[in-house]
């Protein structure tokens, strides 16, 4: 789909290299030279990386016009993985900001990985979005220059680990997080306290478990390591990883769940086992999705902004694809503990 207004023309940043320059050096032609910029895919590999190799040497940039957003357009939004509520919302804070310019959102996934594959940027490429949002997944060194030298500006939502300096991205205090809701439950007078938070290569996930540690040291109590695991943040994870928990002789009395929906799969699990939520088991979830407010019991959640982070996100791309340096590039919003019907204090 064309786009027009804001999208980058065929010329360098002032002062810098042409193609033609590019072209003479490389020896091939300018339109050449000008499908690698646009990532068509009929160029020979060879050929392609030897254009891609002189546009980094003379560090070529396109030159994006300095003016807001018009109707047209497209933002691309990828995800390291899509299939739940969390996703849901990122979405819709996504599509208001997007809207609120008349901007469309295309919709892609990774099936897991964080980092996409090569054939997904060149059709990015190819199209050219006004921007990428990514959630959960950031570009190689490699990729973020070919997007860089395009002038295709992108944002990192709740990324996936300490993205580059130059890199702006959205998140969420995820280690006041694991604190709040470990404080909650240590308030309560629960001492054996579970965590299960989400996969291990995710930044966002260890923050939670450093949070849920650092509530521990603070209260003097010591946590049990074995009663610290990783899941996936999806439903089937909280139930395999609650009934082994709490199957085990000295089973916790609470448990952490690091997501919502982790926290479904525990209260299935403690109501297989015969344990009443929460008289015998307190269960504490992550996000507060819409559902937390209608399962049974009601789930005491940590509040992640995520309709909020996605409408954010979105408005910091607009700032670059306008040509703007965003005024914040790393921004974390707060995270709040909500109150409901699944904790209390302990059975003994």
Known sequence: M?????GATAKPAAGGPTIATIAREVGVSVPTVSKV??????VAPATRARVEAALEKHQY??????????????????????????SMEIIRGVEVAAGAHRV???????????????????MTMSRPPLGVLLVAANLTSAQHQQLDRRSIPYVVIDTDGEPPADVPSVGSDNWNGGLLATRHLLGLGHCRIACISGPGDMLCSRARIDGFRSAHEEAGIPHDPSLVANGNFYVE??????????SAPDRPTAIFAGSDMQAIGVLRAAHE??????RDLSVVGYDDLPLASWVWPPLTTVRQPLTEMGAAATRMLFEMAAGRAPAVTRLNLATDLVLRESTAPPPW
């Open 2 to 6: 064309a786009r027009t207004g804001s």
């Open 104 to 122: 469309s959102v295309i919709l892609s996934e990774l099936g897991g990985e964080h980092r996409p594959p090569q054939d997904w940027l060149d």
């Open 37 to 42: 910029l646009n990532g068509r895919a009929d």
């Open 273 to 278: 086992l015969g344990l009443s939520v929460p």
């Open 237 to 246: 994870a909280g139930y395999e990883q609650g009934l082994r928990m709490l």
């Open 61 to 86: 940039r396109r030159r994006r016009a300095v003016s807001a957003p018009t109707a047209s357009g497209l933002i691309d939004l990828v995800f390291h993985r899509l299939g739940s509520a969390w």
